[in-house]
């Protein structure tokens, strides 16, 4: 199945470090999802003070990350 958007996605985020809010770009933002909810975050680096931000992500963020074009990496166990 082949999407096409219009327009960029844009994805409101906020840093825990310095409390700053922003939109953010696809292309700012990576996805990981693993094996478990414990392993499914996304991720990206605060515009305002730097610091690299983790966090969860449900089925839902999930969801609007993927479909808005955001860069995925399927993690894969070991065992």
């Known amino acids: 199945m082949n999407v096409r958007t219009t327009a960029a996605a844009v994805f409101k985020a ?23 909810h414990r392993t499914t975050f996304y991720s990206f680096t605060c515009p305002d003070c730097g610091s690299a931000v983790r966090k969860p ?6 969801e609007l990350l993927t479909g808005g074009g955001v860069r995925t990496l399927r993690l894969h166990s070991t065992v």
């Open 57 to 62: 992500a449900g089925e839902r963020i999930v």
């Open 14 to 36: 906020a840093c825990p470090d310095c409390r700053g809010r922003f939109e953010l770009a696809a292309g700012a933002l990576r996805l990981a999802i693993g094996a478990s």
